[in-house]
């Protein structure tokens, strides 16, 4: 099974800093990455999928990139409402599942 | 607007069996695959199980193999997961969410969830 490891695990940055989260696939998966965004007591969001497209209603400070192996989460301007812990996920058609990173944890400095 | 909506969790003995209901509204339902995840308490986002449109493909975590089963009514706009041999670790908030696609893909809209706790 193709495993996903997110880091860092946990990350504290300050208002208006470009923040960086990063989802290391054990095999390529092409660009079949998606991010979520789990706000505290919240249900998880779908912020981008495809390894680059935004979500409907996502702001644009929120970027991805990425392919094969190596992927990217980017917020270019932290803001407070971005506090949150972020999940990656892959698919695989058949036989029909997921599997989601471990989840980075945001907060603010 | 999408509407989903978990129901049939509680407290469970280990070794019973529990079922899960979600209703969906606000799209077409046998359009999208639909899946179950789950969060333990303090823990990260476990896929458990998905089920394509037409239930021709369904896909189980290693964990609940054998004992979980996913199901679909399209006619009622309903996905289920039965449960059999509940164990301690199988305690959890329970999403229901929709898919973008037909087949598994990415969940773009999740329910509130539904809390199962397996105790004695």
């Known amino acids: 099974d193709i495993q996903l490891t997110q880091s860092p695990s946990s990350l504290s940055a300050s208002v208006g800093d470009r923040v960086t989260i990063t989802c290391r696939a054990s095999q390529g998966i092409k660009n079949f990455l998606a991010w979520y965004q789990q706000k505290p007591g919240k249900v998880p969001k779908l912020l981008i999928y495809s390894s680059v497209t935004l979500q409907s209603g996502v702001p644009s400070r929120f970027s991805g990139s990425g392919s094969g192996t190596d992927f990217t989460l980017t917020i270019s301007s932290l803001q407070p409402e971005d506090v949150a812990t972020y999940y990656c996920?892959?698919?695989?058609?058949?036989?029909?599942?997921?599997?989601f990173g471990q989840g980075t944890r945001l907060e603010i400095k | 607007e999408v509407h989903l909506v978990e129901s049939g969790g509680g407290l469970v003995q280990p070794g019973r069996s529990l079922r899960l209901s979600c209703a969906a509204s606000?799209?077409?339902?046998?359009?999208?695959?639909m899946h179950w995840v789950r969060q333990a308490p303090g823990k990260g986002l476990e896929w458990v199980s998905g089920i394509s449109w037409n239930s021709d493909i369904r896909g189980y975590a290693d964990a609940v193999k054998g004992r979980f089963t996913i199901s679909r009514d399209n006619a009622k706009n309903s996905l289920y997961l039965q449960m059999n041999s509940l164990r301690g670790e199988d305690t959890a908030l329970y999403y229901c969410?929709?898919?973008?696609?037909?087949?598994?893909?990415?969940?773009?809209?999740w329910g509130q969830g539904t809390l199962v706790i397996v105790s004695s």
């Open positions: 969410a929709k898919d973008r696609m037909s087949v598994a893909e990415y969940l773009d809209s």
């Open positions: 606000g799209f077409t339902f046998d359009d999208h695959a």
């Open positions: 996920q892959k698919y695989n058609s058949a036989p029909g599942s997921i599997t």
